[in-house]
Each structure stands twice: as C-alpha cells, then as structure tokens.
C-alpha cells in the first residue's frame, strides 16, 4: 500500500492537510472518506482512523484520512470551526477522492463528531455512510444526549484527580487544562456551535433543518457501530434510526466506551465494517 501525503484547497482557500492510502491491488474496490471527531484530527483517538486506512487497505479499499479546517495541520481558526465548515472540507475532500480514485463506490466513515459531518452532507454523492459512535446531533435542539456525556466527563476527571501521575502530567504541561475545564462545564465542543446566526463562529441559518432534510432522504446503505458502555449510546443510535430513511445495521461492541479504547473493541469494529462493506459493496 502506498500512503501519500496530500494538501488541497478548502471553498474558503484554506489549505487542508491528509494523507491518501492507495491500495496495492491491481483496482479499488472503492474509497473511503474518514472524518474525525470534534477536538480531533486526521489520526483519530489513539490512532484509531490510521489503523483504520491501512487495514482497509489490505482488503482493497483506498482512502483518506484529513484534517478539518483548523484542526491538525490544516489551515484556519479553530475558534471559527463549526459543522458547517467541517461539513464543507468534506465535500472538497470528497472531490479529491473522486480524483484519486476509479470511479468506484465511496463511503463515508464518521467517527464522534464526524458522524454528524456524514449527517450534514449526507446526499447522493456516498454510496454508503458508516457511522461509529454518533452522537446526537448537535445542530439539532435535542441536546438531552450532551448531559450523560457532561456526566461521563465529570466521572472521568474525578477519577484521574485520585492519580498522582496526573499531577506530574499537569506540571510537565501534557494536560490542556483550559480544555478539561470546558468538558467539565459542559461548554466548548459541537453542542457550543449550534447557534444559527450570521456570526462567525456559529451556523448559518438553516444549517439545521437542511441537514435533518439530508438524513431523512438518504436512502443508501448505513451502519452505526456504538460500545454499549457510551453513556449517549442508546439514545443516539435511536436518534439516528429513526430519523433517516431506512433502518441502519447497528452493531455494539461489549464493554466498550466511546473511542473504543482497547485493541480488541476497535478490532471489532473494523471487523463489523468489513462485513458490511463485503455485504453492501
């Protein structure tokens, strides 16, 4: 497999940085686009979408991984990121996709916040979207989903306070403090970016209801992968069922939590992909 690095131009003519994986084989078999979460970049959670490329990429998929505008290596002001602009890198990483590859099927893979990326450019233009650890949409007024997740965090910084080596982390400067204390408030993340207003920063009005629009009218292929420990697992994977326009394939990965931290929850999860990419494509 070769891994190439690649930069092209976002509609705002920022430069966004990825990294194309071609498959050895002689043709794809298509083309995956992985979109990462909210307060990520182009790797994923412990280099989870990396793992991801190159494993599809030994079973004849080529792909590629980017970094969101203002996110990793790619140009912008992260402080002016929102859906929006996230889902409109997506469509220009999508045309780069289409250049790349041999007109095959292309599928988007969302992983947190990029399902809800793939919810927002849901169209025509993917033959089918995988969603793995969706939360509900933050650009929609249900926002009973972001509590449990507040909740979680608050448990999870409680915990790591009883670690002295967190203590010695916070001295070496490894913890971005500014950022726990945003999770633990409950601000900062997609749920803060979901007011419509011509202010930068925000949604432009009618993001919302265009985007719900896309999600209901989608009729390819969907499969949504959850850990059944996610505290907002249940309640998204119902919110995206019933909200688009055929029932999605659901698959949960035991004792799992939302990034799939663990080798063998994140093996399942390449594992069900696979499946449903070998059922569907």
């Not at 799939?260 to 059922?279: A, C, I, K, P, S």
Request: glycine residues 12%.
């Amino acid at each position: 497999m070769s891994e190439i690095p690649l930069t092209f131009a976002n509609a705002h003519g920022q430069t966004l940085v990825g990294i194309y994986h071609q498959t050895a084989q002689p043709k794809a078999r298509g083309s995956l686009l992985f979109l990462h979460g909210w307060s990520g970049y182009r790797t994923g959670p412990h280099q989870m979408l990396t793992r991801a490329a190159r494993t599809f990429g030994a079973r004849g998929f080529d792909s590629l991984r980017f970094d969101f505008a203002g996110r990793g290596d790619s140009q912008g002001d992260t402080e002016l990121a929102t859906l929006a602009t996230m889902r409109d890198d997506t469509f220009d990483a999508l045309e780069q996709l289409r250049g790349h590859g041999n007109g095959g099927p292309i599928i988007a893979v969302g992983l947190c916040s990029g399902c809800e990326i793939a919810v927002a450019a849901a169209n025509d233009d993917w033959s089918g979207i995988a969603l793995w650890s969706a939360p509900i949409f933050a650009a929609l007024p249900d926002q009973s989903g972001q509590e449990k997740k507040r909740a979680a965090n608050l448990g999870k910084y409680a915990r790591k306070l009883l670690n002295p080596q967190t203590y010695l982390k916070i001295a070496r400067g490894e913890v971005d403090t500014a950022a726990v204390g945003k999770a633990m408030k409950g601000g900062g993340g997609a749920a803060n970016k979901n007011v419509e207003s011509r202010e930068p920063g925000q949604l432009p009005p009618g993001f919302r209801r265009q985007s719900l629009a896309n999600w209901k009218n989608y009729g390819g292929p969907i499969l949504q992968i959850y850990g059944d420990a996610d505290p907002i697992a249940t309640e998204a994977r119902d919110w995206y069922s019933a909200h688009c326009a055929a029932p999605p394939e659901v698959k949960m990965v035991e004792g799992a939590n939302h990034s799939f931290y663990g080798l063998e929850w994140e093996r399942q999860v390449f594992e069900f992909t696979e499946d449903w990419l070998n059922q569907k494509f």
